[in-house]
């Protein structure tokens, strides 16, 4: 089991920064995945980015934030962060970071929510015109 938990959400305005920490605890096995989505209400949770929590883990973004977010971690801390830039109102949301300890996020499912088993309770965005 590994417990998450999402800060660093708030309001900003277009073209603004935000940088989100979920805090990863409970857990002492091996390297998982981790991924950063969000969600507005009405549509279906959306992945933006994810790493591997070993170091030098391979990162992936979706291509609608590759260039503008950058997802990153402090080992020692056990803290993913989701550094947002060139903020714009289609990025806001309940962003939520989750955890694949199965390796169900393999190949093909790195950006299926149902592949991580793990959830935190997420941070809101808004970004205002």
């Known amino acids: 089991q590994v417990q998450l938990a999402e800060s660093g959400g708030g309001s900003v305005q277009t073209g603004g920064s935000l940088r989100l920490a979920c805090a990863t605890s409970?857990?002492?096995?091996?390297?998982?995945?981790v991924a950063w989505f969000r969600q507005v209400p009405g549509n279906e949770r959306e992945a933006v980015a994810r790493?591997?929590?070993?170091?030098?883990?391979?990162?992936s973004y979706s291509d609608s934030v590759k260039g503008r977010f950058t997802i990153s971690q402090d080992i020692h801390k056990k803290i993913v962060y989701l550094q947002m830039s060139s903020l714009t109102p289609e990025d806001s949301g309940m962003y939520f970071c989750?955890?694949?300890?199965?390796?169900?996020?393999?190949?093909?499912?790195?950006?299926?929510?149902?592949?991580?088993?793990?959830w935190g309770q997420g941070t809101q965005v808004t970004v205002s015109s």
């Open positions: 790493l591997y929590t070993a170091s030098g883990g391979v990162l």
């Open positions: 409970g857990y002492t096995g091996q390297p998982f995945f």
């Open positions: 989750a955890a694949d300890l199965t390796r169900a996020s393999q190949q093909n499912r790195r950006f299926d929510p149902t592949a991580y088993q793990h």
